[in-house]
């Protein structure tokens, strides 16, 4: 249900109507748009009266209830597209956001060569697994903290921001204490324990959709984090299992401009993990811009063959580079930029 408040509303009767929504055993999430400030209220039971109830406070205007089951995460709660500030990026807004990155961290070297690659070629901020979630438990499953304080120190000496990814509720605080941005894997994104912890832990999440998730059970894992309070959700598509075997995954474009349709938050493509060949991930990333995503998340290896994870749907240096300005050619062409930077540097040697 959403309490829309009347445009000028006194804070202290804003005030009122969240003490009340509180004294019920509710939550209130404002949001505070230009014209007016609107008061979404959730949790269960919600009173048969409540409308009732609410339309006769001072500086109401009237109340309406949803019927969607996710809320926080739809238009009516926030009609506003989320954008936020990650590092100096900012996510959502009108310029298109590259991530790019090794699928897993595995030394220092790798990582803060990779960082520098893909920061001058127009990437943005820094991915990178320290947790890895592997099918096999016998392959390389990341270098832990080791794996984060590389990430810190790729960080430092590219001002890059960087998001990795969570495994579990244990790990949230450690993780939080290095990341810019908290990635929840494709296997957790129904973990609702892990869920609610980094909805708690005060940085931006990313959710990437589950190996067969409907697009409104997404949702419903974004509402899961935006319950805990934390509105600065990335809804990424990385593709989903079909019957076809000769991509890893198969990228639902379709759920970017469904999930717009549907909610204010920002939406990536991971062309990377859906492609899962390194030959289809430039077509992929395109696509994904096309169709309006906000950004793109992609790996990236100094030397492809032989990385410890994901190598197949690795790009190198060269590919990646080559890449970017064409990404800038497609946003442009759906009325968004990529700032690529302008004089764009020597080639980077694979092993540089
Ligand atoms: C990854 O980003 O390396 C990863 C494991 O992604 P996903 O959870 O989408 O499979
Ligand atoms: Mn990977």
């Given at each position: 249900m959403?309490?829309?408040?009347q445009?000028?509303?006194p804070?202290?009767?804003i005030?009122?109507?969240?003490?009340?929504?509180?004294?019920?055993g509710l939550s209130a999430?404002l949001i505070?748009g230009?014209?007016r400030?609107?008061v979404?209220?959730?949790g269960?039971p919600?009173?048969?009266?409540?409308?009732?109830m609410?339309?006769?406070f001072p500086g109401v205007?009237?109340?309406?209830r949803i019927?969607?089951?996710?809320?926080?995460?739809?238009w009516d709660?926030?009609?506003?597209?989320?954008?936020f500030?990650v590092r100096g990026?900012t996510?959502g807004g009108?310029?298109?956001?590259?991530?790019?990155?090794?699928?897993?961290?595995?030394?220092?070297?790798?990582?803060?060569a990779?960082?520098?690659?893909?920061?001058?070629a127009?990437?943005?901020?820094?991915r990178g697994?320290a947790y890895?979630?592997?099918?096999?438990?016998?392959?390389?499953?990341?270098?832990g903290?080791?794996?984060l304080?590389i990430?810190?120190t790729?960080?430092?000496?590219?001002?890059?921001g960087i998001i990795?990814?969570v495994?579990?509720p244990?790990d949230?605080?450690?993780v939080?204490?290095y990341?810019?941005?908290?990635q929840?894997g494709a296997?957790?994104?129904?973990n609702?324990?892990?869920l609610?912890e980094?909805?708690?832990?005060g940085k931006?999440?990313?959710l990437?959709r589950?190996?067969?998730?409907?697009?409104e059970e997404w949702l419903?894992?974004?509402?899961?984090?935006?319950a805990?309070?934390?509105?600065r959700?990335?809804?990424?598509?990385?593709?989903?299992?079909?019957f076809?075997?000769?991509?890893r995954?198969?990228?639902?474009?379709?759920?970017?401009?469904?999930v717009?349709?549907?909610?204010?938050?920002?939406v990536?493509?991971?062309?990377?993990?859906?492609?899962?060949?390194?030959a289809?991930?430039?077509a992929?990333a395109?696509a994904?811009?096309?169709?309006?995503?906000d950004g793109l998340?992609?790996?990236?290896?100094?030397?492809p063959?032989t990385?410890?994870?994901d190598g197949?749907q690795?790009?190198t240096?060269d590919?990646?580079?080559?890449?970017?300005?064409r990404?800038?050619?497609?946003?442009q062409?759906v009325?968004r930029?990529?700032p690529?930077?302008?004089a764009?540097?020597e080639?980077?040697g694979?092993?540089a």
């Open positions: 959403i309490v829309i408040m445009p000028g509303t804070r202290e009767n005030n009122t109507v969240v003490q009340r929504v509180e004294e019920l999430h505070d230009e014209e400030t609107i979404g209220i959730v269960l919600l009173p048969p009266t409540l409308d009732e609410f339309e006769v205007e009237r109340v309406v019927t969607k089951k996710f809320k926080l995460a739809g709660f926030h009609p506003q597209k989320t954008v500030d990026v996510i009108e310029d298109v956001v590259v991530i790019a990155g090794p699928c897993s961290v595995e030394s220092e070297e790798q990582t803060v990779t960082a520098k690659a893909v920061k001058a127009g990437a943005t901020l820094l697994g890895k979630p592997r099918t096999s438990p016998y392959e390389f499953r990341g270098l903290e080791r794996g304080e990430l810190a790729a960080r430092e000496k590219t001002g890059l990795t990814e495994m579990t244990s949230v605080e450690l939080g204490t990341t810019d941005i908290f929840i296997r957790n994104c129904q609702y324990l892990l609610e980094v909805g708690k832990a931006p999440v990313m990437k589950g190996l067969s998730m409907l697009i419903l894992a974004a509402e899961y984090v935006m805990q309070g934390e509105s959700v990335i809804l990424c598509e990385r593709g989903i299992r079909t076809e075997t000769m991509t995954n198969t990228l639902d474009v379709s759920a970017v401009p469904v717009q349709s549907q909610s204010h938050l920002p990536f493509v991971d062309p990377s993990h859906a492609a899962g060949k390194r289809f991930v430039g992929l395109l994904g811009i096309a169709a309006g995503a998340i992609m790996e990236v290896h100094p030397n063959d990385a410890l994870s197949a690795s790009l240096f590919e990646f580079r080559a890449l970017t300005p990404i800038a050619a497609v946003a062409a009325g930029g990529l690529v930077p302008a764009m540097p080639p980077v694979a092993t």
